[in-house]
């Protein structure tokens, strides 16, 4: 059972940038898949950018493509997501979330970092 911590997170203005982490107890090669979600005040929550090392495979939700980019560090058993070009749409909690490789739930969440972006 893996453990995820996320980090990094704070208040811009739109149009800058932030980067924020996810910290796993156990590398994530190969047997998971990790990424994002996110949840605006008022909102659903939605999946934002996933990666599974195992195979190289990345998936972004269509509002961050392109501005967006997630990325792994297998030394430090650590991805990172790079936002660019940020608006205030994408102000959210931002949970990372781990599923196994092999399947489609995501069992493992961390506590969530908050993104502001002001107009």
């Known amino acids: 059972q893996v453990e995820l911590v996320d980090s990094g997170g704070g208040s811009v203005q739109a149009g800058g940038s932030l980067n924020i982490s996810c910290a796993a107890s156990?590398?994530?090669?190969?047997?998971?898949?990790p990424g994002w979600f996110r949840q605006a005040e008022g909102k659903e929550r939605e999946k934002v950018a996933f990666?599974?090392?195992?195979?190289?495979?990345?998936w972004y939700n269509d509002p961050v493509k392109g501005r967006f980019t997630i990325s792994e560090d297998r030394n430090k058993n650590i991805i990172n997501l790079q936002m660019n070009h940020l608006t205030p749409e994408d102000t959210a909690i931002y949970y990372c979330?781990?599923?196994?490789?092999?399947?489609?739930?995501?069992?493992?969440w961390g506590q969530g970092t908050q993104v502001t972006v002001s107009s």
């Open positions: 990666i599974c090392p195992l195979g190289g495979s990345i």
């Open positions: 156990e590398s994530f090669y190969p047997g998971y898949c």
């Open positions: 979330a781990a599923r196994r490789s092999n399947d489609y739930k995501y069992e493992w």
